[in-house]
């Protein structure tokens, strides 16, 4: 059940923002395309919003995990924070880095007694326990790292666990601020989403 839909006390700032001018485009080249809520409230904060874009560009441009496997961390997190805006963007990279529709929608019982782990490889069973652990407990079980180590090596294992760190952050950032859905949403297939 989604929580009632509130007005924000704080709006982001308007699409046609400026300034500062090579900030802005810097963000819209990230994006490819317009300006996101997300973006648009983090420009209420220059060195905020300069930071973000630069260490979020590294965490989904370059990193070795695979884009599939940090999509589907991207949207066990967005699930379990009730960050519907996070899923919304990241369930159709997922799907289009290789996950499945059928796998995108079971997501949305994660946590719950009815959701069908066995629809899922080993590697992205141990994904999503990976952060569903960091998520709602915080320490990860040693077997479980061991196993992924397994899987996938200690440098994805890494840069997993950053990607469920940075995305709990944005996830809380989204919520606490009431960033829900975008304003035309038909804009965000050009997009390179959060």
Known sequence: MKPPITT?????????????????????????????KLDRMLLHSPPLAQGWN?????????????????ELAMCVVAILNKADY????HAPLYIKNGGTPAK???????GQPLFNKLVYTELEQAVIALAYEMTL???????????????IGTQQIVELAAVVASYNMISRFLVALN???????????????L
């Open 8 to 36: 924000p006390v704080i709006l982001p700032v308007n699409q046609d923002i400026q300034e500062p001018a090579e900030l802005v485009a810097a963000i819209r080249a990230r994006r490819g395309g317009p300006l996101l």
């Open 179 to 193: 960033i829900t859905e975008e304003d035309h949403l038909p804009y965000l297939e050009s997009c390179r989403s």
């Open 86 to 89: 996070e899923y919304e963007h």
């Open 54 to 70: 630069v260490y979020l560009g590294k965490i989904r441009e370059e990193l070795l995990v695979p884009a599939q496997l940090r």
């Open 104 to 110: 995108a929608e079971a997501l949305k019982s994660v």
């Open 137 to 151: 407990q915080i320490r990860v079980n040693e077997n479980l790292k061991k196993q992924l180590v397994g899987l």
